[in-house]
Nanobody, 124 residues
Framework: QAQLVESGGGLAQPGGSLRLSCAKS????????VAWFRQAPGKEREFVAG????????VYAESVKGRFTMSRDNADSAVFLQMNSLIPEDTAVYYC?????????????????WGQGTQVTVSS
């Protein structure tokens, strides 16, 4: 199966921005539901943002709504997570995930294929 590769993580100051990218190693993401999850040290992996199989409007966790924006590129070869107004609580490993099926609630267990994760650290 095609792999997912995340990039763009790093260190940002509080109030700063980072942009994460997720690309599929083979083919496009046009027929996939795609989501971003994150896992902070000592915590469970949690949903951040997602776009359904048929495209449409992205959905967000309440904790990031208004600060993060998920988008696809025009060729559906990658998805992005623009993270603005970062806070220390956003520090986590961020994972991209996909499934070829329609998802309604973007539960962690709905997603079949995962990237390796990229570290985001927000600190002054």
């Amino acid at each position: 199966q095609a792999q997912l590769v995340e990039s763009g993580g790093g260190l940002a100051q509080p109030g700063g921005s980072l942009r994460l990218s997720c690309a599929k190693s083979q083919g496009t993401l046009a027929d996939d539901s795609v989501a971003w999850f994150r896992q902070a040290p000592g915590k469970e992996r949690e949903f951040v943002a997602g776009i359904g199989w048929s495209g449409g409007t992205a959905v967000y966790a309440e904790s990031v709504k208004g600060r993060f924006t998920m988008s696809r590129d025009n060729a559906d070869s990658a998805v992005f997570l623009q993270m603005n107004s970062l806070i220390p609580e956003d520090t986590a490993v961020y994972y991209c995930a996909r499934t070829p099926f329609i998802v309604r609630f973007f539960r962690l267990t709905d997603f079949l294929y995962w990237g390796q994760g990229t570290q985001v650290t927000v600190s002054s």
